[in-house]
């Protein structure tokens, strides 16, 4: 198994752009999560979804969407993007049948300009 | 404020030392804990849990605590290794039932010396 996999890795966008931010994962997940990372802090989650059709809100949502078409698949939208948007971003997912850990992928790294 | 929170943001130990990491919380309806390594340029890979029922599991080097009544977890690594230089986050999951989400920490960096 691949795990969750999170593409690109690196990206630039200018203020103003959007770009959307893959995520998958091949372990039959339920629920997935997409958290940011700010330098020197923890993880605040942005948005998650309990199955596909599912999504609800984190603490962070705002100048983002996400969509859940498939079980396998997260994507992450970013329409306007803005400097506050500088982040690195993780996807997680977790079987959702009983509290356990999150398996998270190794992040984008976006930086808008 | 944020309900999980760190008493120490950095902690240096010398290798073969034994390392204590904090973590105190805030929300006494969370029922699921988890303790998270996180390496430069990583994501956050898993160490161990504790439901909340439990005050102690033990994993292979690792131990983690739970105090209920101080709303204070710790993470104990025994002959800490240069290989455990890292970020380390407690997580909390507030949400009940199937409302799984986890709270982070902001973490605190530990610097092992040879």
């Known amino acids: 198994n691949a795990g969750v996999t999170q593409t690109p890795k690196f990206r630039i966008l200018k203020i103003g752009q959007s770009m959307t931010l893959q995520c998958t994962q091949d372990m039959n997940h339920n629920y997935m999560y997409w958290y940011r990372q700010d330098p020197g802090m923890g993880l605040k989650l942005i948005y998650y979804?309990?199955?596909?059709?599912?999504?609800d809100k984190g603490e962070v949502p705002n100048g983002y969407n996400v969509s859940r078409s498939t079980t396998e698949d997260f994507p992450l939208r970013l329409e306007l993007a803005a400097p506050s948007q500088t982040s690195v971003y993780f996807c997680a997912s977790t079987p959702g049948s009983d509290v356990s850990p999150l398996h998270f992928g190794n992040g984008t790294r976006l930086t808008v300009t | 404020g944020e309900s999980v929170g760190l008493h120490l943001p950095t902690l240096s130990v010398q290798e073969g030392d034994n390392s204590i990491i904090n973590c105190a919380y805030s929300?006494?309806?969370?029922?699921?804990f988890i303790w998270y390594k996180q390496e430069s340029g990583k994501g956050p890979q898993f160490i161990i849990d504790?439901?909340?029922?439990?005050d102690k599991r033990q994993g292979q080097r690792v131990t983690v605590l739970l105090n209920k009544t101080v709303k204070h977890l710790s993470l104990q690594i025994a002959a800490t290794q240069p290989g455990d230089s890292a970020v380390y986050f407690c997580?909390?999951?507030?949400?009940?039932?199937?409302?799984?989400?986890?709270?982070f920490g902001k973490g605190t960096l530990l610097t092992v010396n040879p």
């Open positions: 979804s309990v199955g596909a059709g599912i999504t």
């Open positions: 504790i439901r909340s029922n439990m």
């Open positions: 997580a909390e999951n507030m949400g009940g039932g199937s409302n799984y989400k986890l709270t």
């Open positions: 929300n006494s309806a969370s029922d699921y």
